[in-house]
């Protein structure tokens, strides 16, 4: 599945991942390949991922962590929607 993060100043991330991790206004969920249509609310908290063929632009993977093959972006707010195996995630 696809994986787009769209901040206020860029797109910072676009590529492919295996499993999403979202901090929701009611919890963490996580979402796998052919997960159902969903748009959703995000709080404060770490947008994770994990994939065999991850590519972060160089001037953007300052702004992720990777640990073990995971990598996190922290955000203090945002939207989801994932339709048809792409993710976009809107956050500020």
Do not use: C, R
């Amino acid at each position: 599945m696809i994986l787009e993060i769209v901040t206020p100043e860029a797109t910072i991330l676009h590529t492919q991942v295996d499993v999403v991790t979202l901090p929701g206004s009611d919890g963490k969920f996580q979402l796998l390949n052919h997960h159902a249509a969903i748009v959703s609310l995000l709080v404060e908290g770490e947008v994770k991922f994990k994939g065999t063929n991850v590519i972060i632009d160089e001037q953007f993977e300052g702004k992720f962590t990777n640990v073990k093959g995971e990598y996190s972006l922290q955000i203090k707010s945002g939207t989801i929607e994932m339709k048809e195996n792409f993710i976009t995630v809107l956050a500020d």
